[in-house]
């Protein structure tokens, strides 16, 4: 089927995106076909826009961008039976040049769930990505169990705010980075201890870290002397 999507003929700016009409693949068996009602901007979306991630995925153009959904399922493929038509559902797909920015969107019944409750679409799409990326960190790569102590990075970041209640939840003692203006929303959110990476290097001052969790992805911003 086609349908009108926010795409990206050629890598660069933000003046890259434009909207068209785009023919979506057949639906396969294990597929949902989604009606989007809301997506989410990730660090991914730029960086494949604007030509990073091009050798990593080779696409033709026109590429939809988005990797989060939440949308109400329109069509089921013949083996999907843990879903129906009308169910409301979020989900990270797969990472393939048919993303989320578009009316429909395509997502294997497997990466999805349904969608809570007590959430609207735009507070369920927010949440794939990062908060998959926060337990599959802590949890499948970095084995965090109960009582050990974990320093997270940047906790007020959009994967730091899954991470931090994630740890917490799980009995971990959590320890976060953050600017002081995050410091009563990471206190809420569990942490256990907030590092005010302006005044205080976190390298002087902790000890005995089970596991340290690297949201950002570069060397952590440490005290800064201007003396």
């Known amino acids: 089927m086609e349908t009108r999507a926010v795409v990206i003929e050629a890598y660069g700016g933000k003046d890259q995106l434009k909207e068209a009409t785009v023919q979506l693949p057949e639906l396969k068996a294990n597929q949902l076909l989604v ?6 901007i990730n ?4 960086k494949l826009r604007e030509g990073y991630l091009k050798q990593m995925f080779p696409w033709d ?6 990797w989060d959904v939440a949308g ?19 989900a990270r797909p797969e990472t393939t040049r048919f993303g989320t920015y578009a009316d429909y969107a395509i997502v294997d019944a497997e990466l999805a769930a349904i969608k809570p409750e007590n959430q609207n679409y735009a507070e369920a799409a927010a949440v794939p990505l990062a908060g998959l990326t926060a337990y599959q960190a802590l949890f499948e790569h970095g084995l965090l169990k109960a009582g050990e102590k974990v320093l997270i990075h940047a906790g007020a970041g959009g994967v730091g705010t899954y991470a931090v209640q994630l740890a917490k939840a799980a009995g971990a003692y959590v320890i976060t980075t953050a600017s002081p203006r995050n410091h009563e929303l990471l206190q809420k959110l569990g942490a256990d201890e907030i590092i005010d990476y302006h005044t205080t290097d976190f390298e002087e001052v902790l000890q005995d870290i089970d596991l340290v969790f690297d949201t950002m992805g570069a060397t952590p911003r440490r005290k800064v002397s201007l003396s």
Do not use: H, M, N, R
Request: charged content about 25%; glycine content about 8%; overall charge negative.
């Open 35 to 40: 009606k989007v009602a809301a997506t989410s």
């Open 43 to 46: 660090p991914i979306d730029w």
């Open 61 to 66: 153009f026109p590429i939809i961008l988005g």
């Open 72 to 90: 109400d399922i329109v069509e089921i493929g013949a083996d999907v039976t843990e879903f129906k038509v009308g169910d409301a559902i979020y």
